[in-house]
């Protein structure tokens, strides 16, 4: 089912937003005086009508469409691995040639001082 998270689509969520929005706005106007403060039970039933309309015209089908599987495939297989098998050799190399060099520094011996 594509798009959908937690399997729910996205209208779940418009219409959580939507009824968050609403709420606050309700709470919002019912601070108000006056006659801004009726306004709260239209903004309420608006709300009201928009999930009803909403919930009773769903623009998908009940049941989902059957989906044709893709096969993916990876031309470029036997390259990558003969790439890999490359660089596995070259960094062993390196790490040889740094660790024989490592081996063979020469360590000079300090002189005496009371000779």
């Given at each position: 089912?594509?798009?959908?998270?937690?399997?729910?689509?996205?209208?779940?969520?418009?219409?959580?937003?939507?009824?968050?929005?609403?709420?606050?706005?309700?709470?919002?106007?019912?601070?108000?005086?006056?006659?801004?403060?009726?306004?709260?039970?239209?903004?309420?039933?608006?709300?009201?009508?928009?999930?009803?309309?909403?919930?009773?015209?769903?623009?998908?089908?009940?049941f989902?469409?059957?989906?044709?599987?893709?096969?993916?495939?990876?031309?470029?297989?036997?390259?990558?691995y003969?790439?890999?098998?490359?660089?596995?050799?070259?960094?062993?190399?390196?790490?040889?040639?740094?660790?024989?060099?490592?081996?063979?520094?020469?360590?000079?011996?300090?002189?005496?001082?009371?000779?």
């Amino acid at each position: 089912m594509a798009g959908t998270v937690l399997g729910v689509g996205a209208g779940v969520f418009i219409l959580a937003l939507m009824w968050v929005a609403v709420l606050l706005l309700c709470l919002l106007l019912s601070r108000t005086s006056g006659p801004t403060r009726f306004s709260a039970i239209f903004v309420f039933l608006a709300a009201l009508i928009a999930t009803a309309v909403l919930l009773l015209l769903p623009r998908a089908g009940e049941f989902p469409t059957p989906t044709v599987e893709v096969k993916v495939t990876d031309p470029f297989f036997i390259g990558r691995y003969v790439l890999l098998a490359v660089l596995t050799g070259v960094f062993l190399g390196s790490l040889f040639l740094v660790l024989v060099q490592h081996g063979v520094e020469p360590v000079c011996a300090k002189p005496l001082r009371g000779s």
